[in-house]
């Protein structure tokens, strides 16, 4: 169904956006962690999103993108009063919330804008929120006013120390796992080197921790078997299943490889695509 566009923020220019969009089916229903499915054109390819927030009363969705290829290009050619010709959500399993202490949620990149999400959750279930988001640099941040207005601790790193700790998000984590043994349970959303990587460190600790994984998705409900990932050597698929899973036993890389399967296709249609925006 058309979904109109209500707003549209640039967060890093010609890299990541904000869409705001007027879907008050969704918003009733949508809880931290679902995603939604949508697609540009009846004939091109759905691709999954995670829902960044809500607003049931306003009846509205937000969702945060990274334009890397020809869909998520599409996207970005969409402006404030335009509408997205079909989304279908909210898809997957929320995230498990209740309320037990202190929860550390760790986002890097445009996975902040999910983690920001499942944290707002936990926090207004009653648990104590330390958030700890990285970037590459200062300019690549995202959602720091925003997870500041609830989180009751927020440590920042960058890769170049433009800003706060110098170094990975998970020099921060180790460092807090060592001083506070109340954490009940780690949730990472990013890159999947870096959700591998928290996971390697909450390990020795034995704290909970779930990670949110992003395969290739093809229809999001369960039917094609695109999604599957390996999570304690059984298959999953994390259009139904997940998409968030126990990070100690996901089989990571596997999700690396097949998410990099069709990495040739994907240039190929880019390439066509920039071709035909610019005229050649
Ligand atoms: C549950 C889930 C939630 C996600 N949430 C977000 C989000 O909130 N913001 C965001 O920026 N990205 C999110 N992603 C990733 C996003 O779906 C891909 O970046 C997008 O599909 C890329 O499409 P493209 O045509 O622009 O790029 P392409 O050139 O087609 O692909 C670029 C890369 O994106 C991945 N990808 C490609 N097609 C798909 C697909 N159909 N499904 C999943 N991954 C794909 C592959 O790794 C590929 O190499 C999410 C993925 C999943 C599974
Ligand atoms: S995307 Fe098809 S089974 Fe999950």
Redesign the pocket.
């Known amino acids: 169904m058309p979904t109109p566009i209500l707003h549209k923020e640039s967060l890093i220019p010609g890299k990541t956006s904000k869409l705001v969009l007027h879907a008050p089916h969704i918003a009733q229903k949508a809880h931290p962690g679902h995603f939604v499915m949508l697609r540009m054109s009846p004939t091109g390819e759905r691709i999954p999103l995670t829902i960044a927030d809500t607003d049931a009363a306003n009846g509205t969705i937000t969702i945060v993108y990274l334009v890397l290829g020809k869909s998520t290009a599409l996207l970005e050619t969409l402006k404030e009063g335009d509408a997205i010709p079909d989304v279908c959500g909210p898809l997957g399993h929320p995230t498990h919330i209740e309320k037990r202490g202190t929860v550390i949620c760790v986002g890097g990149g445009t996975g902040i804008a999910a983690m920001h999400h499942i944290a707002k959750g936990h926090s207004r279930a009653g648990n104590r929120v330390v958030g700890i988001i990285g970037a590459r640099g200062k300019d690549l941040l995202l959602f720091e006013k925003e997870l500041s207005s609830f989180a009751d601790e927020l440590l920042i790193s960058t890769d170049d120390g433009s800003y706060g700790h110098k170094g990975l998000v998970t020099d921060l984590l180790r460092d807090r796992l060592e001083k506070d043994k109340t954490v009940f349970e780690v949730v990472a959303v990013g890159p999947v080197p870096m959700m591998a990587a928290v996971a390697d460190t909450t390990r020795p600790f034995g704290v909970k921790t779930t990670v949110s994984l992003n395969p290739i ?11 599957r990932v390996s999570v304690g050597g059984k298959t999953k ?4 299943d997940g998409p968030e899973f126990d990070g100690h036993e996901v089989d990571f890389p596997e999700l690396r490889r097949r998410l990099s399967a069709y990495r040739d296709q994907e240039r190929i249609s880019f390439d066509s695509y920039n071709g035909c925006a610019h005229g050649n």
Do not use: Y
Request: net charge negative; proline share 0%.
């Open positions: 998705m093809v229809d999001g409900i369960g039917m094609c078997g695109a999604c698929f994390a259009c139904v």
